[in-house]
T-cell receptor
Framework: DAKTTQPPSMDCAEGRAANLPCNHS???????VYWYRQIHSQGPQYIIH???NNETNEMASLIITEDRKSSTLILPHATLRDTAVYYC????????????FGTGTKLQVIP | NAGVTQTPKFQVLKTGQSMTLQCAQD?????MYWYRQDPGMGLRLIYY???????DKGEVPNGYNVSRLNKREFSLRLESAAPSQTSVYFC?????????????????FGEGSRLTVL
């Protein structure tokens, strides 16, 4: 799995968009970018993933640069419940493989 | 549909004691994983089982053993617990295999097992 780099922490005002960056400069052509979040000490929860096109679902949007070396997770209208640790990982979507997580970004949504 | 179930949820051990953390999934997934998370830290992979009958070391395997009992169950054993193994342990699973239409490749996590070694 390619290594990812994320800022350790970020703040965002409630109601504003939260933009969480991730660098993955060693990503290979068949690896996807996945985002998870972990609220308190619960098990991480899948948010979204993408290969090279921008993706959107009911939770968030994922913007991947054209060279695929970085991406941004966007929470369009952050709420207090979005306060969590967000993990960006890269991996093949199928196959049989190990999956490693980094340290993630602690997002604090401020009232 | 329970997803990924871990037992026990809480455990206190004395140094040198042994115990097994159990994990079971009911989603017919091929791949299963054990992670540990120390306070304020990210997830670190201990062992994984890419498919039934196989197990491989992750980032921090020392002091642990695993057994993929069948397709549903993947256990983690501490033979001689140490205070450094105080942590929250998460089990996860994913379908694995060939990518099919609609398959996201996401990992599903259990609620965690909180282990304290005194």
């Amino acid at each position: 799995d390619a290594k990812t780099t994320q800022p350790p922490s970020m703040d965002c005002a409630e109601g504003r968009a939260a933009n969480l960056p991730c660098n993955h400069s060693t990503i290979s052509g068949n690896e996807y970018v996945y985002w998870y979040r972990q609220i308190h000490s619960q098990g991480p929860q899948y948010i979204i993933h993408g290969l090279k096109n921008n993706e959107t679902n009911e939770m968030a949007s994922l913007i991947i640069t054209e060279d695929r070396k970085s991406s941004t997770l966007i929470l369009p209208h952050a709420t207090l419940r979005d306060t969590a640790v967000y993990y960006c990982i890269v991996r093949y979507s199928g196959g049989y493989q190990k999956v490693t997580f980094g340290t993630g970004t602690k997002l604090q949504v401020i009232p | 549909n329970a997803g990924v179930t871990q037992t026990p949820k809480f455990q206190v051990l004395k140094t040198g004691q042994s115990m097994t953390l159990q994990c079971a999934q009911d989603m017919n997934h091929n791949s299963m994983y054990w992670y540990r998370q120390d306070p304020g830290m990210g997830l670190r992979l201990i062992y994984y089982s890419a498919s039934e009958g196989t197990t491989d070391k992750g980032e921090v395997p020392n002091g642990y053993n695993v057994s993929r009992l069948n397709k549903r169950e993947f256990s983690l054993r501490l033979e001689s617990a140490a205070p450094s193994q105080t942590s929250v342990y998460f089990c996860a699973s994913t379908l694995g295999g060939a990518r099919t239409s609609g398959y996201t490749g996401e990992l599903f996590f259990g609620e965690g097992s909180r282990l304290t070694v005194l």
